[in-house]
């Protein structure tokens, strides 16, 4: 299967969604269709309102020229599963376009939307989250996938105008790639992983073909009138190697921290990117770094905007426990799979699919952390 073939991993596992005819942006309350009524599961440690956070109960900012990185990105995914990154080679400029572009998308009215609207059996298009499928709820967001050009869709959005779009989005991407690659191997460097051990990930450093794959994902989160009934994007791990998320100005990204801590906003910082563990790095590291479970909260005032960059290994390439992490102590967690494989798990399981992919309890107190069984889903 060629890499650019991730979207044949969705075509086996159609998702049957209505689509949202409400529109968000102009509704007074929230209705019954999208009022949650257990949002507090965990409390929040920090609020949305709280500017001075205290910086040992946040995720770490890394800034990615430090001669320590992959110390800190380490120690950062063993302890937290999501860090921020600062001097990461992106230019401000490209994120605002970004931002705008993605503004301009979401305020076109309902109908124009609907044109790019995602297929059933499609991974790319407009529409509501693909996890929604799991709640008897609607979230208060919508969202727009890209997997390579967007211009089939951009051209039913703005038949005349529709080369802004491309452009903006296909740099973006093609940045993207190079810091998720850079990010991946301070990762796997973070493990004692090298060039060497895996093929795949040599080839993708290369830029072969055969290396990795990847989507974008904008999500758009009006303004809600009641946003303490209201879910952006319910709790998730992301099924990624790794995922690199721009969040505008306004705060809504919530981290789960173990313990007493519950759920914890990650705040915006201007310029800086967020970057967290993927269930397939997860696996990879044999349980060693958590795919953080995060969920998106809404604003009663501020419209906010996020692009997740989702970042996978190529779809049919085996991935499994690294054996210099194996050892009588500490058993393979996992079995292999491929990505194409897990992404079916996931559609099926959603937040079980970590552990439907388990080979044996943790043995000896290693702990895994992400045993997320008591997270509800519908
Ligand atoms: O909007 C956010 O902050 C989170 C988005 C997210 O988790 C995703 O797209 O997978
Ligand atoms: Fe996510």
């Known amino acids: 299967m060629p890499p650019s073939r991730l979207s044949d991993a969705f075509r086996a596992h159609p998702v049957h969604l209505q689509h949202n005819h409400l529109d ?24 949305v309102e709280d500017s ?23 120690h950062a995914c063993k302890t937290w599963g999501v860090f921020q990154v600062t001097n990461h080679g992106l230019p401000m400029r490209l994120l605002d376009d970004v931002e705008s572009q993605g503004r301009r998308l979401f305020s076109l009215p309902p109908h124009q939307k609907l044109k790019a609207a995602r297929p059933p059996d499609g991974i790319s298009g407009y529409g509501l989250a693909r996890i929604s499928s799991f709640f008897p709820k609607l979230m208060w967001s919508e969202g727009f996938t890209i997997v390579g050009s967007p211009v089939e869709h951009a051209r039913q959005l703005w038949p005349l105008d529709y080369s802004n779009f491309c452009d903006v989005m296909e740099e973006y991407e093609k940045e993207m790639k190079q810091l998720a690659g850079r990010l991946m191997w301070l990762m796997l460097g973070s493990l004692g992983i090298s060039k ?18 990847a989507a974008l994902q904008l999500n758009s989160y009006p303004a809600c009138p009641d946003p303490s009934r209201a879910m952006g994007l319910a709790a998730h791990t992301d099924s990624t190697l ?22 914890v906003t990650v705040p915006p ?18 349980g060693k770094y958590p795919s953080v479970l995060h969920r ?61 992919v388990r080979l044996c309890n943790p043995v000896n107190g290693f702990v895994d952390v992400n045993d997320h069984n008591s997270v509800k889903v519908s």
Request: glycine share 6%.
């Open 242 to 263: 790794l995922t690199v998320l721009y969040q505008n100005s306004t705060s809504g990204l919530q981290v789960l921290r173990d313990g007493a801590a519950g759920w």
């Open 24 to 47: 968000l942006e102009s509704v007074r309350e929230v209705p019954d269709s999208h009022a949650w009524p257990e949002l507090d599961d965990y409390p929040s440690a920090v609020t």
């Open 296 to 356: 998106a909260i809404v604003n009663r005032t501020h419209h906010r905007l996020s692009v997740a960059y989702l970042y996978g290994p190529p779809t049919n390439a085996q991935i499994s426990p690294i054996s210099s992490l194996v050892d009588p102590n500490h058993p393979p967690l996992y079995r292999p799979v491929t990505w194409a494989e897990y992404l079916g798990t996931k559609a099926k399981h959603f937040n079980k699919a970590l552990s439907s």
């Open 52 to 74: 001075n956070f205290d910086v040992e109960s946040v995720p770490p900012v890394i800034d990615l020229t430090d001669p320590n990185a992959v110390k800190l990105v380490g």
């Open 196 to 213: 060497d051990d895996i093929k795949w990930a040599a080839a993708a450093s290369k830029g072969e073909s055969g290396g990795v794959c």
């Open 269 to 286: 910082l201007r310029g800086a990117l967020v970057v967290n563990v993927g269930d397939l790095l997860h696996i990879l590291s044999n």
